[in-house]
């Protein structure tokens, strides 16, 4: 930890020399350092199903500001590392060739200092006093070192400002949905008007609901009696299952939906709730057909630049109560939307198929979630 530490408090040094021992220990840690905030940072993203709460975004930040903030520290030593073997910092920029420029720049780093003083300093290795002074190669002095450091402050205070612009385009905000027209906010009670039938075989679970992937089980025939019914008045929670490739049999968590209306809290909450403990009905959306007609081409990149067809398909949706597997609906329908975006899911047989639209699945389960 002192290589790492050393590397840190000589940030805005770019004269002297490092030894190899150093310039690797510093780098190593440096990496296990990113690779433990990325982890975590990950870790509880995929916990919260992808949900942008405070502890992922906070993580992020500092993940995000801690690769920023130590690129100087990192270009610093690699510098004195190139000085400890007779070359100048500029060396450093023979990476920009492709290929060969950083693989001639990793032998440098990893090849031994020059024995006894040289131009940049006294040998690191050496406990023999030093007689001469060393001819900087970069000159920076206190005032240097001091706009240096107060630089890094500055880079931190914007990283974590742009975070914020990112945490507040995320997370829920009554500004993500049209702010005309009349605030929907339930308080109906439709759920009396509903009936339904149990379907035979429906498996019973012991344990009760922890996770969003439990609710996905109704689908595949379970159900929780321990879960809160689908009684009372609204807004009831609900959460979407999709299987929408015909060759996949994964079942995801549909990301949240953009209402085309004005919507109180509790109503935004039930339509992508955070708590899948006060899910009362599940929405299971299974890809039934592939064969449609073609809509539109997609041009995508990688891994090589094409256009992708995509063709239109149809899914079945079928509503359940989550406490009992009482099956409340099921309807058919064709996928509308044909928007290409920046992520295409191209299925084994090249093709990508139109998904069911925001607005289809609110026309359809807004008589369960909100009446």
């Known amino acids: 930890m002192s290589a790492f530490i050393g590397g840190w408090r000589r940030c805005g040094t770019f004269t002297g020399r490092t030894r190899r021992s150093e310039y690797w220990i510093f780098t190593l840690v ?3 350092v990113e690779i433990g905030l990325f982890a975590a940072t990950a870790g509880s993203a995929a916990a919260l199903d992808g949900r942008f709460t405070a502890v992922p975004a906070t993580l992020e930040f500092l ?6 903030v130590s690129q100087l520290p990192a270009l610093a030593i690699a510098v004195r590392r190139l000085h400890d073997t007779g070359y100048s910092g500029f060396y450093y920029l023979i990476q920009l060739i492709p290929v060969i420029g950083g693989l001639m720049l990793l032998v440098q780093l990893r090849t031994d200092g020059t024995p006894g003083p040289n131009r940049y300093g006294p040998d690191p290795k050496s406990r023999e006093p030093y007689l001469g002074p060393p001819v900087p190669a970069y000159g920076m ?3 240097g070192r001091m706009a240096v450091r107060a630089g890094i402050v500055v880079a931190i205070i914007v990283t974590c400002s742009a975070g ?3 945490a507040l385009h995320f997370a829920p905000d009554p500004g993500d949905d049209t702010p005309s027209g009349p605030m929907h906010s339930g308080g109906a009670n439709g759920a009396a008007a509903i009936t339904g ?7 019973r679970s012991t344990t009760p609901v922890r996770v969003n992937a439990d609710l996905l089980r109704v689908c595949d025939g379970w159900y929780y009696p321990a ?4 009684t009372g008045l609204s807004p009831h929670p609900a959460l979407i299952g ?3 490739r015909t060759f996949g049999d994964d079942r995801l968590v549909r990301p949240k939906l953009h209402l085309p209306y004005p919507a109180t809290k509790p109503l935004k909450e039930a339509w992508y709730p955070t708590d899948p403990t006060t899910v009362q009905v599940v929405a299971c959306v299974d890809q039934v057909g592939s064969g449609g007609a073609r809509l539109t081409d997609c041009a995508v990149s990688e891994p090589s630049p094409q256009a992708v067809p995509m063709k239109a398909a149809d899914y079945q949706v079928t509503v359940y109560e989550v406490a009992t597997r009482r099956r409340l609906a099921q309807e058919k329908l064709s996928g509308a939307e044909q928007s290409c975006g920046l992520l295409v899911v191209v299925g084994s047989d090249g093709v990508a198929y139109a998904d069911l ?3 289809q699945l609110i026309g359809l389960l807004a008589k369960y979630i909100e009446e």
Request: charged share 15%; aromatic share 12%.
């Open 30 to 32: 440096n990496i296990l």
């Open 63 to 68: 993940f995000l500001g801690y690769v920023l």
């Open 141 to 143: 002095g206190f005032a």
């Open 164 to 166: 914020g612009a990112i």
């Open 197 to 203: 039938t149990v379907p035979a075989g429906s498996k």
């Open 227 to 230: 879960a809160p019914t689908f």
């Open 242 to 244: 999709v299987r929408d």
């Open 357 to 359: 639209s925001d607005d």
